[in-house]
């Protein structure tokens, strides 16, 4: 069930937007035969591979290759190529090598959604993402999180972005935990620092589940303060305690939370710290 009760948006986060290559660098890398590194660069570097692509010529076939080799990844630099009017039959032959069946497909899942079969379209896994994310900016907060569960399902790094907005913007707690649990199950690392941010989310519930969501990525805190941020939404206020008095400061910005056994808890904590 969504709660209906809004709260203030959390705090400024910078979300996480990779600088993109160019087809020139692109094309560099390839010749110094530097694959991996452009696969790796992931959807940074899929619009510059698809402009090669569409230059033709020897690095055409190359870029075309290492595209496929980028899965997920590669789509959303197809896709936008398709919108500027690059020749479909260039990109749909690509699509297909990463389990779309046709350019069709995208249409279709946006056509389910539009009908209310939101699982028949998350079905088809790729393609259902961008009809998804729109769903993200619905007034209806039960449409935010649902969606947002939806792209949890298929996995796909092309939400994160916008799964970050909703965690760093969303006013009703249940859908900022919804974006941080999908956010838990995205194989990039680009959504960390959104999601150590939102460890000072105003809601307990929320922390929690972006703590688990940390934990699944195999997070580790590089500092006392994400540290103590972490162990209050695990509410492990024991180990707290054992930080010591590094970790007053960060203890104290968190006293007046809204939950009243946090609250209490912290107070303890505060009190251990200093010797009280």
Known sequence: PVEEVAEEAPAEVPLHEEKRLTPEVAAELIREGKWRDLVEQGSASAMALVRLVEKGGPMA?????????????????????????VDRGLVEPILRSLGWRSLEDEAYARQLVHQGKWEEAAKLGSPAVRPLVEMLESGEPDKRERAAYLLGLIGSSRASISLQRLLKEDPVPSVRKRAAWSLGRLRDRGSLVALVEALRDSSDQVRRVVAQALERKGWTPSSIREKALFLVATHQWGA?????????????????????????NLDWVIKRLQGD
């Open 61 to 85: 076939e190359k870029a075309s290759v290492i595209l496929s080799k980028m899965g997920e990844d590669a789509v959303e630099g197809l896709l936008e190529a398709l919108d500027l009017g």
């Open 240 to 264: 707290l305690v054992a930080l010591g008095e590094e970790a007053v400061e960060t203890v104290r910005e968190m006293a007046d939370d809204r939950e009243p056994e946090v609250r209490e």
